[in-house]
């Protein structure tokens, strides 16, 4: 049981360049998350999923698409990445029952844009 | 609209000392709470969350929260601390008003240990 994993660990962008994070989990969870962590500012949501085939937008979701194809499977994608999206992305997922559960994270991808 | 604040960006505490990292809520619900640890380039594990079952929530490593509805706020503390306890701590809360249980984290407070 691996939990969450994403992959790439770290990558290295140029501007204008494009990218796929991949999420997976291994728990069978209906709700998936992407959020972005910078600096003093903790994590913001930038699109989430509530099941297979269903995406919406979180906090701050301009120059990111998602797709949930697969329940086990989210991914983030930057289509043309910019400097300001430099920062460590973090991917979460939840059981879909309840307001308490808890959300398990994944160990985060590290992105420089230059 | 529910939110968070993180009282100290920064606390600085010897070893063997208590901690006490402070954490005050906005929320127009009855909210569920939680105290999330991330060390130095990893990722988030949840310490203990609040489910209105009881007050004071005990959590992972020797730690433990108080809810306070009166002062509206979710403090996380520990008796001794351990060098091992630094990392940044993040206060989040639960936003009732979605249907995606969506969580609204706090800016963070890095913990420091002296030897």
């Known amino acids: 049981n691996a939990g969450v994993t994403q992959t790439p660990k770290f990558r290295v962008l140029k501007t204008g360049q494009s990218m796929t994070l991949l999420c997976a989990q291994d728990?069978?969870?209906?709700?998936m998350y992407w959020y972005r962590q910078d600096p003093g500012m903790g994590l913001r949501l930038i699109h989430y999923s509530v099941g297979e085939g269903t995406t919406a937008k979180g906090e701050v979701p301009d120059g990111y698409n998602v797709s949930r194809l697969k329940k086990q499977n989210f991914l983030l994608g930057l289509e043309s990445a910019a400097p300001s999206q430099t920062s460590v992305y973090f991917c979460a997922s939840r059981t879909g029952q309840g307001v308490v559960e808890t959300q398990y994270f994944g160990p985060g991808t590290r992105l420089l844009v230059l | 609209a529910q939110s968070v604040t993180q009282l100290d960006s920064h606390v600085s505490v010897s070893e063997g000392t208590p901690v006490l990292l402070r954490c005050n809520y906005s929320s127009s619900y009855s909210p569920s709470l939680f105290w999330y640890v991330q060390h130095p380039n990893k990722g988030l594990q949840l310490l203990l969350k609040?489910?209105?079952?009881?007050?004071l929530v005990k959590g992972i490593n020797g730690f433990e929260a108080e809810f306070k509805k009166s002062e509206t706020s979710f403090h996380l503390t520990k008796p001794s601390a351990h060098m091992s306890d630094a990392a940044e701590y993040f206060c989040v809360v639960s936003d009732l008003s979605s249907s995606a249980s969506k969580i609204i984290f706090g800016s963070g407070t890095r913990l420091s240990i002296r030897p």
């Open positions: 609040y489910t209105s079952a009881a007050t």
């Open positions: 728990m069978n969870h209906e709700y």
